[in-house]
């Protein structure tokens, strides 16, 4: 059975870090491209960055731009999202996403989701 | 506020089909395939759509996709309660040189 289960997640002031993280099961994980997508509270769906199977093509939206950085560990099919300089804008719920392996941005499972809540 | 846009609501009674629509440009839908994912808050989203009209295994064929140049439709073929959920499309934008979501569409089951 395919699994993809978030941690990492909680409450974090403003300006500070959070490292999530995302392990996988039941796919050849080495082969697919991978993703985080959040959804804010009252708000909906936003891509925030993706990665292809070896990490030679990342890419982010603009509101996060040299804040987080996506990465990945084949060998043991996880998949990470460095948070930095946390805003109360990025609370949110955080999904880890498996692309389809000939589709870069057709999301065809999802996690979860956990939480993330940026306040003082 | 995203480049892709969609009615935030729309309705049916069980049995009636309903159509949802997405609404880009040359640089996002007239360009690229679109996708629909159906979330239900508090659960995973799944996939509905993809490349505009096909459909992943385990989908029901009362879900149905289509693309006619910088739009594409959703439709739900005999509604069931079980359908109330957010509904989102989805398309590369080559502007933004990623991926973005429409606004999503709740929809009611009355």
């Known amino acids: 059975e395919l699994q993809l289960v978030e941690s990492g997640g909680g409450l974090v002031l403003p300006g500070r870090s959070l490292r999530l993280s995302c392990a996988t099961s039941?796919?050849?994980?080495?082969?697919?491209?991978m993703h985080w997508v959040r959804r804010a509270p009252g708000k909906g769906l936003e891509w925030i960055s993706g990665?292809?199977?070896?990490?030679?093509?990342?890419r982010y939206v603009d509101a996060v731009k040299g804040r987080f950085t996506i990465s990945r560990d084949n060998a043991k099919n996880s998949l990470y999202l460095q948070m930095n300089n946390l805003r109360p804008e990025d609370t949110a719920f955080y999904y880890c996403?498996?692309?389809?392996?000939?589709?870069?941005?057709?999301?065809?499972?999802w996690g979860q989701g956990i939480l993330v809540t940026v306040s003082s | 506020q995203s480049v892709v846009t969609q009615p935030p609501s729309a309705s049916g009674t069980p049995g009636q089909t309903v159509t949802i629509s997405c609404s880009g440009s040359?640089?996002?839908?007239?360009?690229?395939?679109v996708d629909w994912y159906q979330h239900v808050p508090g659960t995973a989203p799944k996939l509905l759509i993809y490349k505009n009209n096909r459909r992943p295994s385990g989908v029901p064929d009362r879900f149905s996709g289509s693309k006619s140049g910088t739009s594409a439709s959703l439709a739900i073929s005999g509604l069931q309660s079980e359908d109330e959920a957010d509904f989102y499309c989805?398309?590369?934008?080559?502007?933004?040189?990623?991926?973005?979501f429409g606004g999503g569409t709740k929809l009611t089951v009355l």
């Open positions: 990665i292809s199977w070896n990490s030679g093509t990342i």
């Open positions: 040359n640089s996002n839908i007239g360009d690229n395939t």
């Open positions: 039941g796919f050849p994980f080495d082969d697919c491209p």
């Open positions: 989805a398309t590369w934008d080559d502007t933004l040189h990623g991926p973005v």
């Open positions: 996403v498996k692309g389809q392996d000939d589709g870069w941005s057709v999301f065809d499972h």
